[in-house]
């Protein structure tokens, strides 16, 4: 059976870094864990006068760096393992892109369809009440995550300001723009994932407006994602979805699937099922199709040995947080099928966080250009460093990334003195 447990996936992506980086056995030891795991009760009134209690977690990985840094996640499936994983994924994501913080990454055990607004905005802030103490913007900084947004963190925010009195903003990111947030955020990972694209598009002789897209999930980085490269001219000819009442199905266009009339579509009814611009395929259909360019952004693991096995495409982006399996990533390697990782193709949403963060405690604030002005650069950098010593030291583009974020995060931990 292959191994879908995150957090055994994420040591084993550390460890194999700290070996080709020929990186101090102890920096393995000290990154293996989070520093701080939480797990929180939380009781919450529902509508009907019942209380139902719901378990929550926020896990911080590494400070060495700075205070730790990312999302909180509602899902029926959080676990306390997940939470720790893509505490760890953080870290990695921070240090890829140079970001002054560590890991971190919260969750709640939750199917949020299945609550009221009032009942969110309860859990929302019962899971601040629990865990307050251990964030901060200069300790850990939460922002949105899946089926988490804008929304979510204005409560969250309200419940920290009246807990501690102080009107710290940058505690959070990913919060409405009147309340602090940064122009672009929304939009900052879609956008970031397109750069990435684009980039490997050109490094592998791939004419944008002859590369085909498959893409899994239209959240908040897929429907992004989606715009920005059909604005950039790639072909979006397949789409992965998912429904509450019929579970997975998928859309496809060999001409490439309008994002016009996707968005709208999906603004008039709420769900993609019915969309009548593109043919319904099976999820199995999916993975099948002939393309240049896969890119998942839903979960982890949708990406497994046995899909791995099908795909017939050039190139993984990977959109959403750990969406290929350890076993899925040997078979890729071995068929040659690049893999752009994670902590460098979707940090364009935490690097946004970053900027954010900044403006908070500036208290002076940028118009949209200027975001997009510093990002579309800074991720460049990256993915030119990175492909730099993936070409120097043969690397697989993971490989090669996990060791560049990894050479910074050791080298602060010992000028600290932990090792
Ligand atoms: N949840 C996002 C991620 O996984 C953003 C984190 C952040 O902005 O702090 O990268």
Redesign the pocket.
């Known amino acids: 059976m292959e191994n879908m447990n995150p957090i055994e996936n994420a040591r084993l992506q550390l460890k194999s870094a700290c070996e080709l980086g020929d990186i101090d056995k102890n920096v393995y030891e000290i990154l293996k864990n989070p520093q701080r795991v939480i797990e929180v009760s939380i009781p919450v009134k529902m509508d009907n006068g019942d209380v139902k209690v719901f378990t929550g977690y926020r896990s911080c990985h590494n400070t060495a760096v700075g205070p730790g840094?990312?999302?909180v996640r509602f899902h029926p499936n959080v676990t306390m393992d997940e939470v720790k994983a893509?505490s760890m994924w953080?870290s990695f994501?921070c240090g890829v892109m140079n970001l002054p913080y560590g890991g971190g990454?919260g969750g709640i055990k939750v199917d949020p369809s299945e609550l009221s607004q009032r009942e969110l905005e309860e859990l929302s802030r019962g899971y601040i009440r629990a865990i307050y103490k251990y964030l901060g913007d200069d300790i850990d900084?939460?922002?949105?995550?899946v089926n988490t947004n804008g929304k979510v963190m204005g409560w969250m925010l309200d419940e920290y300001i009246k807990l501690t009195g102080h009107h710290r903003p940058g505690t959070f990111?990913?919060k409405p723009i009147v309340l602090g947030g940064s122009k672009g955020r929304t939009e900052a990972?879609g956008l970031g994932v397109t750069y990435i694209t684009r980039n490997i598009c050109h490094k592998l002789g791939l004419k944008l407006s002859d590369t085909s897209v498959l893409l899994q999930g239209f959240g908040n980085v897929g429907s992004y994602t989606f715009k920005f490269l059909a604005e950039m001219g790639f072909k979006v000819i397949g789409l992965l979805e998912w429904d509450k009442e019929i579970g997975e199905y998928a859309l496809y266009n060999k001409n490439g699937i309008s994002y016009e009339k996707l968005s709208k579509f999906k603004e008039e009814n709420n769900s993609l099922v019915d969309f009548d611009g593109a043919s319904r395929i099976s999820a199995e259909e999916f993975w099948s199709l002939r393309a240049d360019i896969l890119i998942p952004a839903a979960l982890e693991n949708s990406v497994n040995e046995e899909i791995a096995e099908k795909l017939d495409i050039k190139v993984i982006v990977e959109g959403a947080?750990g969406p290929v399996t350890s076993a899925a990533d040997e078979i890729l390697k071995n068929r040659s099928i690049t893999v752009v990782p994670d902590i460098l193709a979707?940090?364009g949403?935490?690097t946004v966080?970053y900027y954010e963060w900044v403006q908070n405690r500036y208290g002076f604030y940028w118009n949209e250009a200027e975001v997009f002005n510093k990002l579309e650069p800074s991720m460049n950098e990256a993915f030119e460093n990175i492909w730099a010593i993936k070409e120097e030291k043969n690397l697989t583009f993971r490989q090669a990334t996990y060791v560049y974020s990894l050479i910074r995060i050791s080298e602060a931990m010992n000028y600290r003195g932990w090792f």
Request: aromatic fraction near 0%; charged fraction near 20%.
């Open positions: 840094k990312g999302g893509l953080m994501k990454k900084i939460p922002a949105p995550d990111t990913g990972t947080n979707n940090s949403g935490v966080s």
